[in-house]
DNA sequence: ACGTGATCATCT
DNA sequence: AGATGATCACGT
């Protein structure tokens, strides 16, 4: 995938930009940025995302950080059925498993890049073909003291376990809106964690996932 | 291996 | 059908 030469000067640049993708599809798209296309995403899962980043101009790269630092902005594309049902749960990056002591909600890097997100819509349907499938409007969000509330309760939760050497203890079903789940190339990969008497131990690599019900509100309330 | 982009595949 | 645990590709 080519890398972005331009990036959004400001955010309503970037919601004009956004929006003029609004009713396209990632065939259309694909084409004008002379992208090979796949035939499905079982083997290019993050292709969607790396189309929709390349017409948007966010910057490229692995690091832990908002897409567009320079405007506090987060990019989501998230999946949802012709009907609007959001269908996949939203990665937000990975937990921390070592090193947390100290470390609190409003410092951590979930709630910095939960500050302002901008999310895009995009048809997942496996029956839609990829090039078929359609880009929707976009929605920026940032949470409300509710919704921020609920991740806190969430988060401080979930790294209670970690920080007691029992993240073995926690499953996806923990939490009401932000859950912890494998991240990793496979279940095979380890990574340090905090065990036992706060001793070094090994264990998979987790993130943090939103849940799709919150996300699904996120995105009906503001339709 | 780590962190990014996520969706897949299986079980309930 | 929906959610959970597992997995795929890429850059570093």
């Not at 990019?75 to 990975?94: A, F, N, Q």
């Not at 806190?152 to 912890?180: C, P, Y």
């Not at 008497?197 to 939103?210: A, E, I, K, S, V």
């Amino acid at each position: 995938m080519k890398k972005a030469l331009n990036s959004p000067a400001s955010i309503d640049e970037l919601m004009q930009r956004a929006e003029s993708m609004a009713g396209l599809t990632l065939g259309q798209l694909a084409n004008y940025h002379e992208i090979e296309m796949p035939k499905d995403l079982k083997r290019h899962k993050g292709w969607v995302g790396q189309l929709i980043e390349l017409e948007l101009g966010a910057l490229a790269g692995s690091k832990p950080e908002q897409d567009f630092v320079h405007l506090g902005v987060e990019l989501k594309t998230i999946p949802v059925s012709r009907t609007g049902k959001v269908l996949e749960t939203t990665y937000v990056t990975v937990a921390p498993l070592t090193d947390i002591q100290g470390l609190t909600w409003q410092n951590s890097v979930v709630c910095h890049k939960l500050q302002q997100v901008l999310w895009i819509p995009v048809q997942g349907d496996r029956d839609i073909p990829l090039a078929h499938r359609q880009i929707g409007s976009p929605i920026l969000w940032r949470p409300s003291a509710e919704e921020s509330y609920l991740l806190q309760q969430d988060w401080e939760e979930i790294m209670e376990f970690i920080s007691m050497g029992q993240v073995n203890k926690v499953t996806a079903r923990h939490g009401e809106v932000l859950q912890l789940r494998p991240k990793a190339a496979n279940s095979q990969v380890l990574t340090d964690s905090i065990g036992k008497d706060g001793q070094l131990t090994q264990t998979n690599p987790r993130g943090f996932y939103l849940k799709t019900q919150f996300t699904q509100r996120i995105l009906s309330q503001l339709l």
